[in-house]
């Protein structure tokens, strides 16, 4: 039987609640204490270099997405926007960037990725929104620090890995003068998250779906197809000196229809390790959390993801 996504991705967040909660302070009648919060924080003695406050690696996440030339993100938290009045909101996004470009840490102190996205509102694998991503390495925060960005909007997220399964993040977007949308006079918001890596095995669980649907290649198709969309959309409707944008639009579209013809194998230059010449895996500790893989079982699989 058929799950929708929407319903399940409730459950699944109601059920998730003692990690994933979110309270306004305003209604609260209890109040809280400074020895409350220092019982969720993992470790009281801070974790030796390159390790987090669990024990596992903070590099963890940065070498899966070496090793597998992409990664997920599942971002799940709470939004207030700039109406007064309006009540915070939930928007759950998936996050799936690839193309990545890798910094040569082997020669450098430099640490780091940027690569390109697209993302979904979990209504379906049906990615409208492209976006940006890129982190580096703080040796004296012993932390990644990354943001990813919307192409096509003036919304940011502000991450910090530690290598752990969940992060924190923070999330704005300004008030943009030449958004002619009708809701642009009140879209400015501010956010607090707590996103989840995902691996692509809890992604196609996720959308009852398989991996081969989050391959390179089909992520190179899919990127470019919502990029266009995209812009298209963001040039008819939000911005009022469209003729720039729409030239590209057209540029890119031909190339497409031009590549298309000729099919030739894909070109160098576009994300993972075999542009410095480094093919090999990274060696690393940590061991990837494994779960079913049978497509009967997407609920409880999707529980599993969120470690209930």
Not at 83 to 105: Q, Y
Not at 144 to 156: K, L, R
Not at 239 to 266: F, H, M
């Amino acid at each position: 039987m058929f799950i929708s996504l929407s319903k399940l991705l409730l459950h699944v967040l109601a059920a998730s609640a003692a990690s994933i909660s979110f309270v306004a302070a305003q209604t609260s009648e209890t109040e809280i204490t400074t020895e409350q919060l220092y019982g969720t924080l993992s470790s009281t003695a801070a974790p030796a270099p390159g390790f987090n406050g669990e024990g596992g690696s903070v590099f963890t996440n940065f070498v899966n997405a070496f090793n597998n030339k992409q990664l997920f993100i599942l971002v799940t938290g709470r939004i207030v926007f700039e109406k007064p009045g309006a009540d915070p909101i939930s928007a759950p996004l998936l996050m799936w960037c690839s193309d990545l470009t890798f910094s040569d840490f082997s020669n450098s102190s430099l640490i780091g990725y940027a690569a390109r996205c697209v993302g979904t509102r979990l209504a379906g694998i049906e990615f409208k929104i492209s976006s940006g991503i890129s982190a580096v390495f703080s040796e004296q925060q012993n932390i990644f620090e990354g943001q990813y960005h919307s192409n096509t909007d003036d919304w940011v997220h502000r991450y910090w890995d530690s290598g752990r399964k969940t992060m924190s993040t923070i999330g704005w977007r300004g008030h943009d003068e030449g958004d002619m949308a009708p809701e642009a006079a009140t879209s400015s918001f501010s956010s607090v998250n707590e996103d989840i890596w995902m691996s692509v095995e809890e992604v196609a669980q996720l959308f009852n779906t398989s991996t081969d649907e989050f391959t390179l290649d089909k992520f190179k198709q899919v990127y470019e197809d919502t990029w266009i969309k995209g812009h298209k959309k963001e040039a008819a409707e939000n911005n009022p000196y469209d003729g720039a944008e729409l030239e590209i639009i057209e540029q890119v579209q031909n190339e497409t229809d031009s590549a298309d013809e000729t099919t030739s194998p894909a070109a160098p230059g576009n994300g993972g390790a075999e542009e410095d010449g480094s093919t090999e895996p990274i060696d690393d500790s940590a061991s990837g959390r494994k779960l079913a893989s049978v497509a009967t079982r997407f609920a409880s699989a999707a529980l599993r993801v969120f470690g209930i």
